[in-house]
């Protein structure tokens, strides 16, 4: 246990977590788009883009409030959050 405490400790009390999750959501991102460019198959690139971003948004919000920033900036990620999250819910709306 106190081995997995040196491991992981450093990346909770920095934010640095929220950096090695964004890593892996911009991998993601890219292992999407590849596959539906080549195959023409799989979700649409706007709504991966959309809710990958809100997710993204909402990860450097806890990045900011781990690190101890002011409000602001962390209100303002917030807010980017809600917008992609609306633009993701608006390209899955059935018209």
Do not use: C, K, Y
């Amino acid at each position: 246990m106190e081995l997995i405490d040196r491991l992981f400790a450093p990346l909770f009390q920095s934010g640095q977590i929220a950096d090695v999750v964004i890593a892996v959501m911009v991998i993601e991102a890219l292992a999407l788009a590849a596959w539906r460019l080549r195959t023409g198959r799989g979700p649409g690139l706007f709504p991966v883009a959309t809710n990958l971003l809100a997710g993204v948004a909402l990860l450097i919000a806890l990045r900011l409030a781990l690190m101890g920033t002011h409000w602001l900036p962390i209100a303002l990620a917030l807010l980017g959050a809600f917008v992609f999250h609306l633009a993701d819910l608006r390209a899955r709306w059935p018209t």
